[in-house]
């Protein structure tokens, strides 16, 4: 275990020359070299991160099942890579029937290159029939154990399975690579403010907004439904398309259209949502 850790710290330009006995030992001499500003702080938490590898759990650095983009196995490829390029992910976890029947990843490239190469498959043939196979391990694997399968298996996704044989969620091996060297930032995330009032009639919002504040900003009642198990508005339109928004996914609820929009970090998380007010349905029966 030790001697892994030396070789990761070594790719990110750490040597560490001293001889020691165990992980104790070396936790005490990265706290001692950091005090004494033999190290960056950087360097000190990078250090204690890749430690705490073997401690952390993949549950706790998993993306949960809710947060999960997947695509039905009897789509299209047409389907599939509209699905991608709007979701922005390249390995997308394709079901049979719910999410607790993963059957395979479909890889971007994959369905592309089919397409490129026989322009009638797009329409012809289904996601099913270009599948990788999906890895699957427990949530309570460590983080540290699962890092060395991914290197040795040359696989960057795995499905993590519950307890009970459901589907958990999903890890990625940047998920892990994050855990050390911290949040990888996307070049086009910034702050968003929780609402930007465009005209009397539309707005753009944080998809953090709570859904308290967005009601009383737009003076609309929301049914106990609605409320239910959700915070933000992001919440909300999930929970009304009844799966993970991606840009140009959109609902009606009190009056209002509301449009999921950009995507950003490396989750492709929505930050923004169109809210337009809806137009008023003309009355079309003859007057008397």
């Known amino acids: 275990m030790l001697t892994k850790i030396l070789r990761t710290l070594k790719r990110y330009g750490i040597t560490i020359p001293i001889v020691f006995n165990d992980e104790a030992d070396l936790r005490k001499l990265v706290d001692h070299a950091g005090e004494r500003s033999i190290i960056a702080d950087s360097q000190r938490e990078m250090i204690q991160s890749v430690l705490d590898l073997g401690d952390t759990l993949v549950r706790e650095l998993m993306v949960p099942r809710t947060d999960i983009v997947w695509i039905e196995g009897n789509r299209t490829l047409r389907q599939g890579l509209s699905l991608a390029l709007q979701s922005g992910f390249t390995r997308i976890p394709v079901i ?5 029947d993963v059957i395979g990843i479909a890889y971007v490239k994959d369905l592309a290159r089919r397409v490129h190469e026989h322009h009638d498959s797009e329409q012809s043939e289904t996601v099913a029939e270009h599948l990788r196979p999906a890895s699957f391990i427990p949530e309570n694997k460590t983080a540290a154990d699962l890092l060395k399968e991914m290197q040795r298996d040359q696989t960057h996704m795995a499905i993590v399975i519950d307890e009970y044989g459901g589907t958990a969620g999903l890890i990625t091996i940047e998920d892990i690579l994050e855990e050390i ?7 086009y ?8 009032w465009l005209s009397d009639s539309q707005a753009r919002l944080s998809a953090r907004l709570n859904i308290d504040d967005f009601a009383s900003a ?3 009642e ?3 439904g609605a409320r239910e198990d ?4 992001g919440g909300l339109l999930a929970k009304q398309l009844g799966r993970v928004p991606i840009p140009g996914s959109e609902i009606s609820i009190a009056g209002w259209n509301l449009v999921a929009e950009r995507p950003v970090g490396r989750r492709h998380r929505i930050a923004t949502v169109l809210a337009t007010k809806a137009q008023p349905t003309l009355d079309t029966e003859p007057a008397i």
């Open 96 to 100: 049979a029937e719910n999410l607790d």
């Open 181 to 187: 060297v911290g949040e990888i930032a996307d070049e």
């Open 189 to 196: 995330d910034d702050e968003t403010d929780d609402i930007e």
């Open 218 to 220: 737009f003076k609309i």
């Open 222 to 224: 929301l049914e106990d």
């Open 230 to 233: 959700v915070d933000s508005v």
